[in-house]
């Protein structure tokens, strides 16, 4: 079971951005992580030893394994070189942040819809109470 993983960090008009990317088998997840101001090299190293354990990865998005075969070092650096080139945020880093926010999105409006139906049965409560008081004559 192969597990890689990669760290890019980019500007992202106003802040710097972070998106750690995990494959392990056949499973993608990422996660953002916004540094504000641009961070220095310790700065980053300093939060994700400190906060590994709280980052929120997406839900797994499944992907095809590629054959694994050797690479020539000479375009393994060029290929290096372009990504480091490169500030485009992946396409799968996207679907799986999207997959993410919908979800929160899902428990935000179900933990809404729950906390109003009990306002409302609290509401009707009293209100039950009121009429009974009053029929008592209080």
């Not at 310790?42 to 694994?68: G, I, M, T």
């Not at 990504?83 to 396409?91: A, C, D, P």
């Amino acid at each position: 079971m192969a597990i890689t993983s990669s760290l890019t960090i980019l500007f992202e008009d106003p802040f710097w951005i972070g998106l750690y990317e995990r494959t392990e088998s056949c499973r993608y997840e990422v996660c953002k992580i916004t540094f504000g101001p641009e961070p220095k090299n310790y700065e980053v190293y300093e939060f994700l030893r400190c906060n590994w354990h709280s980052l929120k990865f997406s839900p797994s998005v499944h992907v095809h394994k590629a054959d694994q075969r050797h690479v020539n070092p000479k375009r393994l650096q060029r290929k290096i070189s372009s990504q480091l080139q490169e500030r485009n945020v992946s396409t799968k880093a996207q679907q799986a942040l999207q997959l993410q926010h919908e979800q929160g999105k899902l428990q935000r409006k179900d933990k809404s819809q729950e906390e109003k139906e009990t306002e409302k049965e609290r509401k009707y409560e009293l209100r039950q109470e009121k009429r009974k008081a009053k029929h008592k004559g209080r």
